[in-house]
C-alpha cells in the first residue's frame, strides 16, 4: 500500500443488465438477507456523490441518484460512460457491477490507497492473475476512451483497461480485506 488516506470518491453502481443467465433480476436476489443491490451499495456507502445506472425507476436505493443509460442494454462499459458522464471532472469513481455481494468498504479503500498522479484506472487481480475491472476505480478522465471505445463498436471494458494508465492490486492486497471480492452471481448456484 502506497497511503492509507481515503481520498474524496464518486460511487457507480452499474445495473443495467438483463440478468439472463440468473433467470430473474439479479440485483434483488437476496443473500444474507439483502439483496446483491443492497450489499455492493453498502460497500460504497462512505463514497459521495453515489449514482446507480440503471433503467429509470426500476430500483429504488436510498441515498443513491438515478442515472439513465446512454445506451441502454449495451453493457456495462455503456454503464461506465452513463456514470462517469453524470460526474464532475477530475474526480475518481468506484464502479461496481451489482453482482459482488462480497465487496467490502476495506476493499474499495484498498484499491483508494493506489491512485497515483496520471494514473486514470486502479485495477484489481484476482486469485488467478487476471484483471477486475468491474469492481475498480477509474478517473473522469477516462470518459472519452470509453465513448470512443463504445463508438468504435467495442463493448469489452477489457479493452478499456488497454488504452488508459492503470494501476494494478496485486490479490495479496485485496484479499486480507475482501476474501471473496470477485465471486461474482451470475447464476442462480453461485448465490451458495
Ligand atoms: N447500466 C448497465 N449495466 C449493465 C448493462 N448490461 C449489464 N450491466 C451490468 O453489468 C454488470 C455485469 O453484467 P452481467 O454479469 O453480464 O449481468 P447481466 O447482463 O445482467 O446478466 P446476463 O444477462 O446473464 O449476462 C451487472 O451489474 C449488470 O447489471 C447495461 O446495458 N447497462
Ligand atoms: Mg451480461
Redesign the pocket.
Known amino acids: 500500500m502506497t497511503s492509507t488516506t481515503p481520498l474524496p470518491l464518486a460511487a457507480i453502481?452499474?445495473?443495467?443488465?438483463?440478468?439472463?443467465?440468473?433467470g430473474r433480476d439479479?440485483?434483488l436476489a437476496v443473500l444474507d438477507g439483502h439483496t446483491l443491490l443492497e450489499r455492493v451499495a453498502l460497500s460504497l456507502s462512505v463514497c459521495s456523490p453515489r449514482l446507480l445506472?440503471?433503467p429509470p425507476g426500476k430500483y429504488v436505493l436510498g441515498g443513491w441518484q438515478s442515472v439513465p443509460?446512454t445506451?441502454?442494454?449495451?453493457?456495462?462499459l455503456?454503464?461506465l460512460e452513463?456514470g462517469l458522464g453524470a460526474l464532475n471532472p477530475g474526480i475518481w469513481a468506484a464502479f461496481?457491477?451489482?453482482?459482488l455481494p462480497h465487496l467490502t468498504p476495506g476493499f474499495w479503500l484498498r484499491l483508494s490507497a493506489f491512485i497515483q498522479p496520471g494514473t486514470q484506472a486502479v485495477i484489481g487481480l484476482s486469485a488467478d492473475g487476471r484483471r477486475q475491472p468491474?469492481a475498480a476505480l477509474y478517473h473522469t478522465s477516462a470518459l472519452g476512451q470509453v465513448t470512443a471505445l463504445l463508438n468504435a463498436g467495442e463493448r469489452r471494458i477489457l479493452a478499456l483497461l488497454e488504452r488508459l494508465s492503470v494501476t494494478e492490486v496485486s490479490w495479496a492486497e485485496l484479499e486480507e480485506v475482501a476474501p471473496r471480492a470477485y465471486r461474482?452471481v451470475?447464476r442462480v448456484e453461485d448465490l451458495g
Open positions: 453502481i452499474t445495473a443495467g443488465g438483463a440478468s439472463r443467465r440468473f439479479k440485483a445506472v440503471a443509460d445506451r441502454p442494454t449495451e453493457g456495462p455503456a454503464g452513463a461496481s457491477a451489482v453482482d468491474l461474482n451470475n
